[in-house]
């Protein structure tokens, strides 16, 4: 199988590279804890594009994630409802970051750096659009619970196109390796 690297540079960061830094030693430590199988519960915050359903719609899915390229590469795919995204998540060496690339299925992108705060919380923030050219930013967390079995997908600071969304907590239970 082939994969694209794309190198996607963060830039308009309220927070410094020296707050988001990361270690490639806790590269490896977050590519363990997100490989697996995960069954999803989510309400969606917005209309997103491609996924059929409205802003507060629920819906459920699966989340696989797995180490490739020798451990360099973490790939994740999430499938919910009619949506579907794919991300390829690596540590950057140069700017000493965790960086993933995130496209969903209904056109939008998303640029994304994940550091740890504690072994259980690993705090994100993005930048994107939509595919109509809408701005996307967000700030939040990765929170692990029941020793990795649970993972909370929190933010309230979303916004899309300039205006804040519903708070964002999406959980994700793992059933299998």
Request: glycine share 10%; hydrophobic share 35%.
């Amino acid at each position: 199988m082939r994969y694209l690297v794309l190198l996607v540079l963060l830039t308009g960061s309220s927070l410094s590279a020296q707050e988001t830094s990361s270690t490639r030693k806790e590269f490896k430590e977050y590519a363990r804890l997100m490989s697996g199988r995960f069954t999803s519960e989510i309400k969606l915050i917005h209309d997103w594009p491609g996924h059929n359903k409205k802003k507060g719609d629920l819906i459920s899915g699966v989340r696989l994630g797995r180490t490739s390229l020798d451990g360099e590469a973490l790939l994740l795919t999430d499938a919910a409802g009619a949506g579907i995204l794919k991300e390829i998540c690596a540590y950057n060496a140069s700017t000493k970051q965790i960086e993933s690339f995130i496209v969903f299925n209904g056109g939008t992108v998303f640029h994304c750096v994940t550091w740890k705060e504690t072994s259980n919380k690993w705090n994100w923030e993005l930048k994107g659009s939509m595919k109509n050219g809408e701005k996307v930013s967000a700030r939040g967390y990765w929170q692990f619970s029941d020793d990795g079995k649970k993972l909370d997908l929190i933010s309230d600071d979303f916004t899309i196109g300039g205006k804040k969304t519903d708070k964002l907590h999406d959980k994700y239970f793992r059933v299998g390796k």
